[in-house]
Structures are given as C-alpha cells and as structure tokens.
C-alpha cells in the first residue's frame, strides 16, 4: 500500500541552526582533508600574482620637446602607470622602453584615458613626479593619482586661473588641552585647498567629506555653471566582465550520485586591479542514494538532498598573466535545502516526505585556468558537505 508523497516547510529557527551547525560541521571536516590542494593553490596565485601581463593598447606619449609621438603603451593599472610607464612604436612589442614620470610630460590611450605628469613634495617632504589620471575636464580639471605610497591622492587646476592644489586626506592630530587632557581632532586643510582653487569662499564647501566620489560630485557642479566657456567631459573607467561555469562530481562518491552545476558572473576594472574580481552566482548540488531504509518497518531515513545556491557577494582572486592562472575565490549567499525522505509507517510505503529550508552559506573554491586562445578552461575543487571530501569540477570561462 503507498499513499501520497507529503510535502513540509520548516521555517523555524532551530530548523536553521541544526542546519547550519552541520553544514559548518561537514564543511570544516571535509575541507581539512582537501587543504593541501587548496593550500598549493594559494601559494601558486600569490606567487604568479608578481607576474605582470604586457598587454598593448594603442595611445601616445608626450616628450619633453611637446612632441607628441603615437605607438602603443602596456596597459596597466593606475597605481603602476602612476610610477612609470612602457611605450613603444611597433604594434609587435618590440623596442618597449620605460619611461618615468620626469621623461615625459604625459600620455594617453586612445579610449580617452589620460595621464599627465604632475611634480609634488610627498608626505615625507620629498619632491616626486608621478602621472595623475585626468578624471574631469573643465574650468577645473581634477585627476587622481593612482599610487598611494606616501603621495597626494588628487590634484586640481584651475584652466582659468592656472591655480594647482594637490588635495590629501585629512591627517589626524593630538592636542592636549587642560589637566592634560588630549583629544584627536582631523585637519581639514583640503577644503581651504578647495576653495582656493575656485576662487570661493571658505564656507561654500565647508559640509563636503573628503572622498573622491563627493569632491567629484563637487567639482563636477562647478563646471556645469562655466560650461559654456569651457566644455565639460567625465572619464568613466571602463568594466570588464567574465563568465566561468563549472560542473563537478566527488572525488570518491561511495556508491552513491551527487553532482554539482555552478555559474558564476564576474566583474572587475582592469585599471585599479588585474587580479582581483567581484562575482555573483548560482550554484546546484544533488546527492541522492539507492540503498533501501535500514527500518523497513518505520523509517524516515533521508535519500537525496538538493542545494539551489544564490550567491549575491563573491571575491575572486586570480593571476592574470601566463597560460596557466591559479584562482581562489570565496562567496556568501543563500541556500534553498530540499531534504526528501523515506515514509514508512508500520510497514506501509507512505510515499516520500520533503522538507524545505532556507539558510545562509559559504561557497569557497580554488583552481586553475588554462588559456585556450581567447577563452579558458577550468579545473577547480570545491569542498562537499556530503560523502566526498571534495568535488573535482571542470569547466569553461569567458
């Protein structure tokens, strides 16, 4: 005799913790056995993470006789053109020089981003030349200076004025007051800076936090009233996009079926960081088993399990040179947990019972990708909650 399958919903909040506690339980007990893959991994992404990809894009630099002389640069991130710079004539790659700040007075690409070589005493009183990055253009033309190392973080000029104030973040200072009381108060000296580059009064930007999205804000409404006179122009860096799906099966699965499907979209702004991307995601897991009930008389036992995975917020951390690039990456989202069961009362088949649940969840992996023309393929290992150590998965990124 068998009668219909039944359904339940648990929502309570022991559901989730017993839940929880043995996904964390079976997680850290299977990801142990697995840390020497994963630990090879790490070591292999730190270590080509040195490894620095001569990609050449088409732009020009600007001597110091203002000659402007046309060829290509190696695209790298700002914080690396900030400090020096490699261009060449030939599309090849052959003949690429470096050049530092003091040898030129800028350069450029041909999608609009621009670099011009500014000279400045740095934090530690020291004179440097760096190129700063033109974000605005207008009666103040404002630029951020990629590297960090003991350097101003923008610089403003005015077009009209041909004033220039280099703007740092706000320093903290001790004062010690009556009955050696100290306090720490912040010297907001970049908004005296601010005002004098305008030809404002002090007041008029004294509400303004030292951030580069508010003093761009800033800036960019003081242009709007002077557009006329001079044009205004945003350069927007460009995103990058990356699409890497996987499919796995445990290393040792123990006569039973489980697999997992994953797809993960990433994204990342090649001019602030070549090895690290955001990602967000969907993964699916199913572990199922054919034995039959060890109680054939009264038996609840569970025989499959699903995980449908989103994943909102994830972090990727990748090489990004060579043909073949370790990866690591870690993700925190929500899972929907179906658990469907045995119903076996007194010995009649009561169809199956299935629970529902929703719970949080940290999705981990690691691997390699091997460069296959413009596309790659992947071998990755992720850990199982289930009877397998880990999954081996391949997959395809692009």
Request: charged share 20%; proline share 4%; hydrophobic share 40%.
């Amino acid at each position: 005799m068998k009668a219909e399958a039944g359904v339940q919903i648990r929502f309570s909040a022991l559901y989730y913790k017993s839940v929880a506690i043995s996904f964390v339980t079976g997680f850290c007990f299977y990801w142990h056995n697995s840390m020497r893959i994963i630990f090879a991994l790490i070591v292999a992404v730190i270590s080509n993470s040195e490894i620095i990809a001569q990609t050449l894009s088409s732009g020009y630099i600007i001597n110091l006789k203002r000659d402007t002389i046309h060829g290509f640069i190696a695209d790298r991130t700002d914080k690396e053109m900030a400090i020096n710079i490699k261009f060449t004539k030939e599309k090849d790659g052959s003949g690429l020089t470096k050049y530092a700040p003091a040898e030129l007075l800028g350069m450029g690409f041909d999608n609009a981003r621009v670099f011009e070589r500014f000279s400045s005493v740095n934090k530690s009183g020291d004179s440097t030349s760096l190129f700063a990055k033109k974000i605005i253009s207008g009666k103040i033309q404002l630029y951020t200076i990629g590297s960090k190392n003991n350097q101003p973080d923008m610089v403003l000029v005015n077009a009209d004025l041909h004033r220039k104030v280099y703007l740092s973040e706000p320093k903290k200072q001790t004062m010690t007051v009556e009955k050696e009381e100290k306090k720490i108060f912040l010297v907001n000296n970049y908004l005296g800076l601010l005002a004098y580059v305008k030809n404002e009064p002090a007041m008029a930007s004294q509400r303004l936090n030292y951030t580069e999205k508010s003093i761009k804000k800033d800036i960019l409404n003081y242009n709007n009233q002077f557009a006329k006179d001079f044009p205004v122009t945003v350069y927007n860096p460009k995103l990058n996009y990356f699409y890497d799906v996987t499919f796995g099966m445990p290393v040792s699965r123990g006569g039973d079926s489980e697999f997992r499907f994953a797809i993960y979209k990433n994204k990342y702004s090649p001019e602030i960081s070549r090895t690290f991307s955001r990602w967000v995601g969907v993964s699916y897991r199913i572990w199922s088993t054919d034995r039959p009930p060890d109680n054939v008389v009264n038996s609840n036992q569970n025989y499959r399990q699903q995980f449908i995975s989103v994943i909102p917020l994830g972090l990727n951390f990748h090489s990004s040179a060579g043909v073949i690039r370790p990866y690591l990456y870690l993700g925190v989202g929500l899972a929907c947990y179906l658990e469907t069961n045995h119903n076996i009362v007194n010995a009649i088949d009561m169809g199956s019972k299935t629970i529902i649940g929703v719970f949080p969840t940290i999705n981990p992996g690691a691997g390699v990708k091997i460069k296959i023309a413009s596309q790659f393929l992947m071998i990755e290992v992720t850990p199982s909650t289930g009877s397998a150590a880990v999954f081996m998965n391949i997959g395809y990124s692009f």
